[in-house]
């Protein structure tokens, strides 16, 4: 029997020896389990770069397929083909709801084409699995936000303006959020980080100084899993448009991950702990960075220059996840431990507010064994990558870096509301885990919910914003 993770990838996913499939009582059955473990196991981004860069789950996946094909070259339909092609899909396309297809798992025995999806054994994946995404609009709407970002000089860029701007993009946000366009976001992010570095404001770390040229970044290498996911972000980009030359990107986003690296390196510390992974730099992939990236259209420079300057703000140790690994700015204890304070402090304030506002809801998830904490660190470490779409991962950066980084709390509150009716059903089939990790939140906008943000603002401020402020001067 397997008794450890290795073992069970070893002997239920990867079954691609007949010496494995002689070890199995029943090889079809067993075999499913594995993928439909495997299936859940991707949906961790992280997880996903892991087995491909350890055991090429991809390469393996593909030459099963291609080995179940008949003699006229189609691949065979049957359980495990399908369970095969349903991963193949899910790990190898990435986008929200709208931004991608994802095929059953099972077949529909009734209909004369039981599985109308085509299966695959090369990447890409086919179009039908994408949806048609058009690039975005270079025409400029001008509304409340566009009017105040319009011939700033930097002298403008004070507390008065900052409070102007926080209002203008609340307004926009709950009226006209569409209007919030991967056109006004660069200058939205540059404005109002260069107005949070005027007025101090929000401001939680030291700026250390640091400078390295892109020639010693060349020199660098960045591990296997984080290679393999700059190429996953770059896909995504190339897919929403808003990359134009794949070469060009992959480059310039390999180097912004080496210099955020060593960046960070300056307020990591050395620990004493049994947990190996501390001994390096974040094992993950910066999945925040290269949203900054894409949000800045591929523009390296200004991707670094607001990366450089958000790392002092409260709000970059809960947004960016490496930006707390293993720092001086967290007690030892917690350090030490490498519970991140986006389990520890944001998952726990979601609780706390679900349990006086969505009550059905937590309940849901303690009869399921299941937290609340665990599915919002699973969401936020990734940056809601494949759980909503792009613009939607968009407004959530933009509402916790103008609104205060409590409102991170807030917005899964509100998701976790939004999914209530959903969550209890499933909770009753005894199956919430696997459709928390393996479904987008389909519907979900961040602009119709904000109002009922802001309410949760008002009665909780008081109590959630110092509770996350305050984590690095205990």
């Known amino acids: 029997m397997p008794d450890t993770i290795v073992d069970i990838i070893e002997r239920l996913i990867l079954v691609d020896s007949e010496t494995k499939n002689h070890s199995l009582f029943n090889v079809e059955q067993s075999h499913t389990?594995?993928?439909?473990?495997?299936?859940?196991?991707?949906?961790?981004?992280?997880?996903?770069?892991?087995?491909?860069?350890?055991?090429?789950?991809?390469?393996?996946?593909?030459?099963?397929?291609?080995?179940?094909?008949?003699?006229?070259?189609?691949?065979?339909?049957?359980?495990?083909?399908?369970?095969?092609?349903?991963?193949?899909?899910?790990?190898?396309?990435?986008?929200?709801?709208?931004?991608?297809?994802?095929?059953?798992?099972?077949?529909?025995?009734d209909s004369e084409r039981p599985y109308p999806w085509p299966l695959f054994s090369t990447f890409p994946v086919p179009k039908d699995y994408t949806t048609f995404n058009s690039r975005p609009s270079a025409i400029k709407q001008e509304n409340e936000l566009s009017k105040l970002l319009s011939g700033l000089r930097p002298s403008s860029l004070n507390s008065e303006w900052l409070s102007k701007c926080r209002q203008a993009f609340y307004n926009v946000m709950i009226t006209k959020p569409d209007q919030v366009t991967p056109r006004v976001i660069p200058e939205l992010l540059d404005s109002v980080m260069a107005a949070m570095i005027t007025t101090g404001d929000d401001k939680l770390f030291t700026l250390k100084a640091f400078t390295i040229n892109d020639a010693t970044l060349k020199t660098q290498n960045l591990t296997s899993l984080q290679s393999k996911g700059v190429k996953h972000a770059i896909r995504y980009g190339m897919y929403l448009r808003l990359l134009s030359n794949h070469?060009?990107?992959?480059?310039?986003?390999?180097?912004?991950?080496?210099?955020?690296?060593?960046?960070?390196?300056?307020?990591?510390?050395?620990?004493?702990?049994?947990?190996?992974?501390?001994?390096?730099?974040?094992?993950?992939?910066?999945?925040?960075?290269?949203?900054?990236?894409?949000?800045?259209?591929?523009?390296?420079?200004?991707?670094?220059?607001?990366?450089?300057?958000?790392?002092?703000?409260?709000?970059?140790?809960?947004?960016?996840?490496?930006?707390?690994?293993?720092?001086?700015?967290?007690?030892?204890?917690?350090?030490?431990?490498?519970?991140h304070p986006v389990f520890s402090c944001t998952g726990h304030n979601v609780e706390l507010i679900l349990q006086q506002e969505v009550s059905h809801t937590y309940s849901a998830f303690k009869m399921s064994g299941y937290t609340p904490s665990q599915i919002c660190q699973h969401w936020l470490t990734q940056s809601f990558w494949n759980y909503l779409d792009w613009p939607q991962i968009?407004?959530?950066?933009?509402?916790?870096?103008?609104?205060?980084?409590?409102?991170?709390?807030?917005?899964?509150?509100?998701?976790?509301?939004?999914?209530?009716?959903?969550?209890?059903?499933?909770?009753?089939?005894?199956?919430?885990?696997?459709?928390?990790?393996?479904?987008?939140?389909?519907?979900?906008?961040?602009?119709?919910?904000?109002?009922?943000?802001?309410?949760?603002?008002?009665?909780?401020?008081?109590?959630?914003?110092?509770?996350?402020?305050?984590?690095?001067?205990?």
């Not at 939004?418 to 987008?440: A, C, D, G, T, W």
């Not at 909780?460 to 305050?470: A, F, K």
């Open 33 to 109: 389990f594995g993928l439909r473990l495997l299936s859940i196991m991707v949906c961790s981004l992280d997880t996903l770069l892991l087995l491909e860069s350890q055991y090429s789950i991809w390469s393996s996946l593909l030459k099963a397929q291609q080995e179940n094909k008949s003699e006229n070259g189609d691949i065979i339909i049957d359980m495990l083909s399908v369970e095969r092609n349903q991963i193949l899909v899910r790990s190898y396309t990435i986008g929200g709801p709208s931004e991608r297809r994802l095929p059953p798992k099972t077949l529909d025995i």
């Open 247 to 339: 070469d060009v990107a992959l480059e310039n986003l390999s180097t912004l991950l080496k210099k955020c690296r060593q960046y960070l390196r300056m307020q990591q510390r050395t620990l004493d702990s049994d947990l190996r992974f501390l001994e390096r730099d974040y094992v993950g992939y910066d999945w925040f960075a290269s949203s900054v990236f894409l949000m800045m259209m591929g523009n390296k420079d200004k991707a670094w220059n607001f990366l450089y300057h958000f790392s002092t703000v409260a709000a970059s140790g809960f947004l960016w996840i490496p930006r707390l690994y293993a720092s001086v700015h967290l007690p030892l204890e917690q350090a030490v431990s490498s519970i």
């Open 394 to 474: 968009c407004h959530y950066i933009l509402v916790c870096l103008l609104l205060g980084v409590d409102y991170q709390v807030y917005v899964c509150v509100a998701i976790l509301r939004f999914l209530q009716p959903r969550i209890l059903q499933y909770r009753q089939q005894q199956n919430l885990q696997v459709f928390l990790k393996e479904e987008s939140i389909v519907g979900f906008k961040v602009g119709q919910h904000l109002e009922y943000m802001k309410s949760l603002e008002k009665k909780y401020r008081s109590t959630i914003l110092p509770d996350m402020v305050n984590l690095a001067k205990q």
